[in-house]
């Protein structure tokens, strides 16, 4: 397939070329000016449309896709825990196969529609552990979608459920090792509800099968207090001693993690994860971002996978913020390119031969100049989402001028509407 006349873009570092790709299965095969067509080959004028890599949400939850418009607790939740007890402990509780396979389709179509290519999901539905991440899987893979799932394992249900969270992790670990669209990971919630039995398995796990740990990190100061107060060391620490500090893990939020942590967090050059709504939302507090080095990314921790509105409200907090530093939200962003790069072990973010053809067409034109220098503001300022015309995963279009190829998005809102009314029923059954 030849796409011509694009403008192709790179967020960061930043480059803007007006050039032909040529994409051959899964990949992107050339890149060039006024490349010849060759024989039976597709085309497709792009009349200068902007081309950019597809994008990554390095962390989320589908699983709470279907609890956009839910009623709050009858009592509002005072802190953190309280919002986990009150509201997500409760509706990851009440899923089963049906919920889990419809939010799952949900979170992917948001995901595709807004030019999200991959996610970095974190799961959990208690009752339903055993198969859960293959349902996720057959959702997003029905769209289309590429996906690194894990199980997430705690002690908060007692010792025969973490030990299927567990056997679902190795699992499905196993099962996708090789797989182009799928990988595995060991899911786990946060040290503060696992046991050092539990947190030394998982790291275990992950030495194994030589995959990293996906585990949330001092969102919230009940971390750090149950680090300090139980193990008499720091939250960082515990995850040292466990084997879950590891180069391929996955540390979420790390909000309340100080210089010395962050430090060790840098040394073991584990990736860390920014979630600015969900921070925002929960009132956690603003992460250090200084201090995350360049193995940090961008994730969205169960809102809509709109990388766009993710950036840009980064962008708007950390400036409210007050903070000196200079923490780069395109620069999170596209390092999210790296993280999957090295989970798949294939190059990805880039526009160069060789790269995965997941591609965001985008109807973007810009009423002032656009450079290199300048394509971070009219990324933040002037793009968004809702310019998503076509979208293309491991070289097949996903999405082509706006419709979602081959799938029926209003009979699965449908569906959607009344699996998730069930399942908001079914929270208030659990106390
Ligand atoms: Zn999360």
Redesign the pocket.
């Known amino acids: 397939m030849l796409l011509k006349n694009t403008t192709s873009i790179i967020l960061n570092p930043a480059s803007i070329e007006s050039v032909d790709i040529r994409i051959h299965n899964s990949n992107i095969v050339d890149k060039g000016k006024n490349l010849t067509l060759k024989k039976g080959e597709d085309v497709h004028d792009l009349a200068g449309r902007i081309v950019m890599p597809g994008l990554v949400n390095s ?1 989320t ?1 589908l699983y709470s896709a279907l609890a956009r418009g839910m009623a709050g607790p009858k009592e509002p939740a005072q802190n953190f825990l309280e919002i986990l007890q009150k509201v997500w402990w409760k509706l990851d509780r009440a899923l089963d196969e049906d919920s889990i396979y419809y939010s799952a389709l949900v979170g992917a179509i948001d995901a595709v529609r807004c030019g999200t290519t991959t996610l970095i999901d ?1 799961h959990a539905s208690p009752k339903s552990i055993t198969g859960s991440l293959d349902i996720i899987k057959e959702a997003m893979w029905e769209i289309g979608l590429r996906g690194v799932l894990c199980y997430e394992v705690t002690d908060r249900g007692g010792k025969k459920e973490r030990d299927k969270g567990l056997d679902e992790n190795e699992r499905f670990i196993k099962d996708n090792r090789k797989n182009s669209q799928f990988r595995g990971m060991v899911g786990a919630h946060a040290a503060f509800t696992m046991s050092n039995e539990t947190l030394r398995l998982c790291g275990e796990m992950a030495s194994k099968y030589k995959v990293g740990a996906h585990i ?1 990190v001092a969102e919230d100061k009940a971390d750090i207090t149950d680090a300090e107060e139980n193990y008499r060391c720091s939250v960082v620490d515990r995850l040292e001693e466990h084997g879950i500090l590891r180069r391929d893990s996955i540390l ?1 939020h790390g909000v309340h993690l100080c210089a010395k942590e962050l430090e060790k967090v840098r040394s073991a050059k584990s990736w860390i994860i920014h979630n600015p709504r969900s921070n925002m939302n929960n009132r956690v507090g603003y992460a250090p971002l200084h201090l995350f080095g360049e193995r940090a990314g961008l994730g969205t ?2 809102f809509p996978a709109d990388m766009f509105e993710e950036s840009k409200i980064g962008f708007y907090k950390r400036q409210d913020s007050h903070e000196t530093e200079n923490v780069s939200m395109t620069q999170l962003l596209q390092n999210g390119q790296q993280l999957i790069s090295e989970i798949y072990n294939h190059k990805f973010g880039t526009l160069e031969k060789g790269s995965a053809a997941d591609l965001v067409i985008l109807d973007y034109q810009p009423p002032t100049p656009m450079t290199i220098e300048n394509l971070a503001g009219h990324f933040l300022f002037g793009m968004n989402s809702s310019m998503v015309e076509s979208v293309m995963i491991d070289g097949k279009w996903v999405v082509k001028n706006r419709v979602l190829i081959g799938f029926d998005v209003e009979s699965v809102y449908e569906k959607s509407k009344k699996v998730a009314k069930n399942l908001w029923e079914k929270m208030k059954k659990i106390s």
């Open positions: 962390h939850h974190h949330h979420v921790d169960g």
